[in-house]
């Protein structure tokens, strides 16, 4: 079938979320790249793979090329999904025989209640959905298609067996000629990561069973599949020939470090190639390891502490120590290596103590740049069946964002409210940015730098209108 692939427009600044994980609007304006769409449409011959975020597209452009497809993906989640079905019923209203179906978190987990909110939706591919989506767009009857829920000729939803879960990782072809078919490499920017950058996964799933990561939860798994060196090198050698303007690469996999020997091993064929990369990773990276990414090219980590409160972290299952994660944080500032740290307010067991515990500890491990996000109870994890049993979530926050796509606070506590964890992210920043020693490396940084100068200057002007709309949000909530 003539299949487009579409992560629809939303709402003004909603940028699709780390790698499509958690969707919302930034403290600045980022873009990641659309992975989890761009990998079927690499499996789908002549499909095309539009992003509308990014790209600044509108509905009425997209609906204007309706009748150039018979088949329609859409990639959704719990705050776009109403957003997406719009779309959808848009689409089919120019076109009445297009099919559309949806891939995602949202509907892995529920594909039944996904489809009974949505009648114009045919049918979801749930989980790990690439062939899923393969073998529909190549007409495969769908009764014969696993990991497919989909409504009959009688407009019944029928739910197929489960795919089962890839291994070899290798028969996936690269996303990142897809990249290079239909988007535009620099309409993609995170504050982090230098411009222009390319980001691509080497294996799926995570060891760990965090209770409020989504992917693992749902799509990825907890075994770490991964593809081999080999295949992960030819894809950034055909980045490296394609996109030359490329600064940075960046390994979107959930924990690049879960297999430090293959880690280490990638590394040393980065190294040889003379690129600079950066990756995900947890904060119990061994220093020899850390010694060798560094040496073969390594620049940032993306780390998410999320407490600096111990009991939280045995709380959310993170696997980890406050002082192995200030041991791994100091060996990094003295090898050089970048830190972006993730911090979430409002899990299980926060109190006002434990959040000003966790802002004095993000303040003593001083990362370079830090994220400061509210605990997101997503449908299919186990903080979600958490907050429903204990009476956390209440209906009226269940879609994490407001109306225009910021995230609220949706988890309150007999101790804790929504209003105080919500307030409490704002309080963090200012803590952690604005003190003498941050303040001065960040002008040290802008002088190195006129192209710094200029987009930390844009930064901070997004990240101030995004704390005024945050003020609003709270004065609604009051």
């Not at 150039?68 to 089919?92: M, N, Q, W």
């Not at 297009?98 to 594909?111: E, H, N, S």
């Not at 073969?296 to 002082?323: A, D, F, H, T, W």
């Not at 740290?341 to 000003?356: A, D, H, R, S, Y």
């Amino acid at each position: 079938m003539r299949t487009l692939f579409l992560q629809a427009p939303t709402f003004d600044g909603f940028d699709g979320g780390a790698g499509s994980r958690y969707q919302a609007k930034r403290e600045i304006k980022s873009f990641w790249y659309p992975t989890w769409l761009a990998q079927p449409a690499a499996l789908v011959p002549n499909s095309k793979l539009i992003d509308a975020p990014p790209h600044d597209i509108k509905l009425p452009e997209i609906v204007a090329q309706a009748n150039d497809f018979d088949l329609v993906v859409l990639h959704t989640s719990v705050p776009s999904f109403k957003s997406d079905v719009k779309t959808i019923e848009a689409l089919k209203a120019a076109n009445p025989k297009l099919i559309a179906g949806l891939i995602g978190a949202k509907v892995a987990v529920d594909a039944a209640g996904s489809m009974a909110q949505a009648p114009a939706v045919d049918f979801c591919a749930r989980n790990e959905f690439d062939f899923t989506v393969k073998e529909v767009a190549e007409g495969v009857p769908m009764a014969e298609i696993k990991g497919l829920s989909y409504r009959n000729a009688d407009g019944v939803v029928v739910h197929n067996e489960d795919r089962e879960i890839m291994t070899d990782m290798d028969q996936l072809p690269f996303v990142t000629s897809v990249y290079k078919r239909d988007l535009e490499m620099e309409k993609y920017f995170i504050g982090y990561l230098k411009h222009p950058y390319i980001s691509f996964y080497s294996g799926r799933g995570c060891k760990s069973r965090c209770t409020f990561c989504l992917w693992p939860q749902t799509v990825g798994g907890h075994t770490y599949r991964t593809r081999s060196v080999a295949h992960v090198i030819e894809e950034i050698k055909y980045c490296l020939k394609e996109f030359p303007q490329t600064k940075e690469f960046f390994f979107d996999d959930d924990t690049f470090t879960d297999n430090l020997p293959r880690a280490e091993e990638i590394a040393r064929e980065l190294g040889k190639l003379g690129v600079t990369w950066s990756c995900n990773a947890k904060a119990n990276v061994p220093r020899k390891t850390l010694e060798v990414l560094k040496a073969n090219g390594l620049r940032l980590l993306l780390v998410g502490y999320e407490s600096g409160n111990q009991q939280i972290l045995n709380n959310i299952k993170k696997g980890m120590r406050v002082e192995v994660a200030e041991r791994f944080t100091k060996d990094c500032h003295e090898l050089g290596i970048a830190i972006h740290g993730t911090f979430i307010l409002g899990l299980p067991g926060e109190t006002k103590e434990t959040i000003q515990e966790t802002i004095a500890f993000a303040k003593r491990i001083n990362p370079h740049t830090i994220q400061v996000s509210l605990a997101a109870p997503y449908p299919g994890t186990f903080l979600y069946k958490q907050a429903v049993e204990n009476g956390w979530l209440d209906k009226d926050n269940a879609e994490l964002v407001d109306e225009n796509g910021v995230q609220i606070a949706p988890l309150h506590y007999p101790h804790l409210s929504h209003t105080e964890i919500f307030n409490s992210v704002e309080e963090f920043y200012k803590k952690f940015y604005f003190r003498a020693p941050k303040i001065a490396s960040i002008v040290s940084e802008m002088v190195r730098s006129p192209d710094m100068m200029k987009r930390r200057l844009r930064e901070g002007v997004e990240f101030w209108h995004f704390l005024r709309e945050r003020q609003g949000v709270a004065k609604k909530a009051a």
